[in-house]
């Protein structure tokens, strides 16, 4: 967790009406909440902000969600990752469990309480 005892998530999405209903989930808890519309915005907030958290849909235009979690997994190790995700083919469940090594899978639409709940390490 960041220095100032406050969790950070970051939800990384290519559809702004989904980061806003992520957003709207977490609201009241003690996190900080980023939010970016693409893994290249996603990685440039890694590269500012002391992330703890970041969940990101799996199907994005350009660096899907598998590429940005193993980026995320290389450089920031620490950082938990969970993939959201509408489709729960046996094969990419694998693929990000093995390339990007997520903690969790959450899918859309997902549950809030489930959301509150899943991201434990905070």
């Not at 709207?24 to 002391?50: F, T």
């Not at 703890?52 to 290389?74: C, H, T, W, Y």
């Amino acid at each position: 967790m960041n220095s100032d005892s406050k969790g950070s998530i970051l939800f990384v999405d290519d559809e702004i009406n989904i980061l806003d209903a992520l957003t709207r989930s977490v609201r009241g808890l003690n996190l900080k909440v980023y939010s970016a519309n693409s893994a290249k915005e996603g990685i440039s907030i890694l590269e500012q902000k002391d992330i703890d958290i970041v969940i990101s849909d799996k199907n994005m235009p350009g660096m899907g969600g598998n590429e940005f979690l193993q980026e995320v997994a290389r450089r920031w190790p620490e950082t938990v990752r969970i993939m959201l995700t509408a489709y729960t083919e046996l094969n990419s469940v694998m693929d990000a469990i093995n390339t990007g090594r997520v903690w969790s899978f959450m899918q859309k639409p997902w549950n809030n309480d489930e959301l509150i709940i899943n991201p434990n390490p905070v």
